[in-house]
């Protein structure tokens, strides 16, 4: 079975300071993992994904993510927020294989203060 | 190109109404997957199709909700006999193909059902 564990359900910075939204998973397969952003009255964004290859993960928008395997965490970091990235962030698991759907944490607001 | 479209964007039914939740996938993908969004929660997942095929429903709440897509590319979520728990956002997704990879899933922008 699969599940993820996002820490803190808001998050607040100032704008230009560094964005840090935590994420980890629990997997008894190689984990494929995805963060996506969420804007009010909006479907989701993919920001980025893990899939095995590289441990650091650069995304849209500036953000990026790194998989520790031993950590098991896949944590989103931004280096200078923006008031534009104000929004839900939703972090994903999937085993890869076909059919098989996405395993959601409960996702964090992260706010961005002038 | 279009992404994944959803209509309506916004449903109000009074209880016990039966209502059908519309999701028009991007062109050519051959998954397509319902999600339910509570307040405040991620998505859940419901039910998943390749091509016409139901291959998972086992997200599906209860026997009320009921999912189609027969000619492999539109496709409709019923919800029979509203009830106030079905307060949600829908999500529709869609992908390429599958296979054993981490294609990724595109979103539509939901349809908000309100059981009132």
């Known amino acids: ?114 | 190109g279009a992404g994944v479209s959803q209509s309506p964007r916004y449903k109000v039914a009074k209880r016990g109404q039966d209502v059908a939740l519309r999701c028009d996938p991007i062109s050519g993908h051959v998954s397509l997957f319902w999600y339910q969004q509570a307040l405040g929660q991620g998505p859940e997942f419901l039910t998943y199709f390749q091509n016409e095929a139901q291959l998972d429903k086992s997200g599906l709440p209860s026997d009320r909700f009921f999912a189609e897509r027969p000619e492999g590319s539109v496709s409709t979520l019923k919800i029979q006999r509203t009830q106030q728990e079905d307060s949600a956002v829908y999500l529709c997704a869609s992908r390429l193909e599958s296979g054993r990879r981490p294609y990724e899933q595109y979103f539509g922008p939901g349809t908000r059902l309100t059981v009132t």
């Not at chain 1, 997997?27 to 650091?56: D, E, I, M």
């Not at chain 1, 944490?105 to 992260?110: C, I």
Request: aromatic share 12%.
């Open chain 1, 1 to 114: 079975a699969q599940s993820v564990t996002q820490l803190g359900s808001h998050v607040s910075v100032s704008e230009g300071a560094l964005v840090l939204l935590r994420c980890n998973y629990s997997s008894s397969v190689p984990p494929y993992l995805f963060w996506y952003v969420q804007y009010p009255n909006q479907g989701l964004q993919l920001l980025l994904k893990y899939t095995s290859a590289a441990t650091l993960v650069k995304g849209i928008n500036g953000f990026e993510a790194e998989f520790k395997k031993s950590e098991t965490s896949f944590h989103l970091t931004k280096p200078s927020a923006h008031m534009s990235d104000a929004a839900e962030y939703f972090c994903a698991v999937s085993d890869g294989q076909a059919g098989t759907a996405l395993i959601f944490g409960k996702g964090t607001t992260l706010s961005v203060s002038s």
